[in-house]
């Protein structure tokens, strides 16, 4: 029986990893999710919903919650009804909007993904996705933050993908600049500066480099020179 063919792609934010991994879904008709995705679609639901991101700390479930007092018409919730709220009926459509990909869902995303009652909740569904990909698709391919480590430990290739901080601040300002957005350089600088201090700090599933991780430094690649660079390992 041909063993599945399971990519997880780690890597830093707007290092490229999330297009690489598309490029190779496609090319092997894989499956594809950006488990980073999953986190910024709760911070939407939750920015929509009014829901305090400071409630995702320190919170147990059998705790109550609200956003700032100052917010009305807001019932008080266990923290694990929230969470129930803000992670069930995940559709693929919904993990593709542009919304998502804005720099304050991101800023959210990076805090509330601190969360382990939410990691565990999402940390089900992404076992579930790689398990229905196998059997039905032959494998998958996945990115985000602890896909290598954490999400799937024994894929069969591990790849992590980064760019100086500075070119990925760079690239980001361009990607918003052709969209039409007005934001400065400066700003998306620190914002990703400090996600990586989120990411890398976090005391659940902190970002790391596995030990059996192919590293490439994507700052000075083209997207198809990335994408072959990986290519090159998985033939």
Do not use: W
């Amino acid at each position: 029986m041909k063993k599945p063919l399971l990519i997880a792609i780690d890597g830093p934010s707007a290092s490229g990893k999330g297009t690489v991994a598309k490029k190779i879904a496609a090319h092997f008709n894989l499956p594809y999710l950006n488990t980073g995705a999953l986190y910024r679609l709760v911070a939407l639901r939750a920015i929509e919903q009014k829901v305090a991101v400071n409630s995702f700390f320190n919170a147990g479930k059998n705790d109550a919650i609200a956003p700032d007092d100052s917010e009305e018409n807001f019932n008080l919730v266990t923290f694990e009804q929230l969470l129930d709220s803000l992670t069930k009926n995940i559709t693929e459509n919904e993990l593709e909007q542009e919304v998502l990909f804005g720099e304050d869902v991101g800023a959210v995303a990076s805090v509330i993904a601190q969360n382990s009652l939410l990691r565990k909740k999402l940390f089900t569904f992404q076992q579930e996705f790689i398990a229905n990909s196998k059997e039905q698709k032959g494998g998958a391919v996945l990115d985000g933050r602890d896909t290598t480590t954490v999400i799937c430990p024994d894929a069969t290739h591990k790849f992590y993908i980064t760019a100086a901080v500075e070119i990925r601040a760079q690239r980001r300002f361009n990607q918003l600049k052709n969209q039409g957005k007005n934001i400065a350089f400066e700003e998306i600088l620190t914002q990703l500066k400090t996600r990586d201090e989120n990411d890398s700090n976090r005391k659940d599933s902190p970002l790391l480099i596995a030990n059996d991780a192919i590293v490439i430094d994507n700052g000075t690649l083209s997207i198809e020179e990335g994408f072959k660079k990986c290519l090159s390992f998985i033939n």
